[in-house]
């Protein structure tokens, strides 16, 4: 008992991205035919799942289910926007854990960044309607720029923080699993891997988060004074490939230059 108090991290930590949208679908065609706006008439929060989203998270969800019971979460934290409500529910469902033998909550925290006016623009849409925003992130930089309305990667982060002093207080010591956006896991990684700016935007540069890929980690008693959590898995999409299910990895909505 005293072990378990010293413990203030899970045991171990899952985070993912939701399944393909409806607007990653959305996007694609925007930006393919050279339109300056998104075709999608619902809000942001209220986008869904695509078919092959679903699928992704079904295939996500027997890869869980094939995990002993003791290893499978206890806790699904995700994002109140429609696409990871319903990624979450179909990887507990294809998984076979009944909503109801675990904690199943949805947390604002968790939601996508918030774009202000850029929302539903393209690249196109952005640089004809607003230049000199385009300007202004190019000054400031993308993980500092807040467009008017919307939020900074800092923004995001601040919230996380909060969001991790809930993790540790409510679930230590527990098996958790995250479900969330792009930026989510980008920012996620940012604070459990003590990064800077420099190597968070890195990240990103890099290539967009595969849509239900696992980032996890794992604790480690022996890591510090009283351990920490370690990386174990970074956008690991096993499950997906298994069952011969799609890849995608579309940015979300809007798809700002990478800088």
């Known amino acids: 008992m005293n072990e378990q108090l010293q413990q203030k991290w899970p045991q171990t930590l899952w985070i993912v991205r939701h399944g393909q949208s409806a607007g990653n679908v959305a996007r694609d065609k925007a930006e393919a035919a050279g339109l300056p706006l ?47 409500h319903a990624t979450a529910r179909c990887v507990l469902d294809a998984a076979g854990i009944a909503r109801d033998t675990v904690t199943f909550i949805a947390d604002e925290r968790l939601r996508e960044k918030e774009f202000g006016i850029l929302d539903r623009l393209t690249r196109l849409g952005i640089t004809q309607k607003y230049p000199e925003l385009g300007e202004q992130r190019a000054h400031v930089g993308k993980f500092y720029f807040r467009p008017p309305g919307g939020e900074s990667w800092c923004d995001v982060i601040l919230r996380l923080r909060g969001m991790l002093d809930t993790i540790v207080r409510e679930y230590r010591g527990e098996r958790v699993l995250i479900v969330g956006h792009q930026v989510i896991v980008n920012c996620f990684r940012y604070l459990l891997e003590r990064m800077d700016e420099q190597q968070v935007l890195a990240l990103d540069r890099a290539g967009d988060i595969p849509n239900c890929s696992v980032t996890s980690y794992e604790f480690d008693p022996t890591r510090g004074r009283n351990g920490k959590l370690m990386p174990r898995l970074i956008n690991f999409v096993a499950p997906l490939q298994e069952t011969g299910t799609p890849i995608t990895a579309e940015p979300d909505v809007p798809a700002a230059p990478k800088s």
């Open 38 to 84: 998104i075709d999608i008439a619902t809000r942001d929060v209220d986008v869904p799942l695509s078919a092959l989203g679903e699928q992704q998270a079904h295939a996500l969800g027997l890869w869980f289910g094939r995990m002993p019971a003791s290893q499978r979460p206890t806790a699904v934290l995700f994002s109140p926007y429609m696409r990871a």
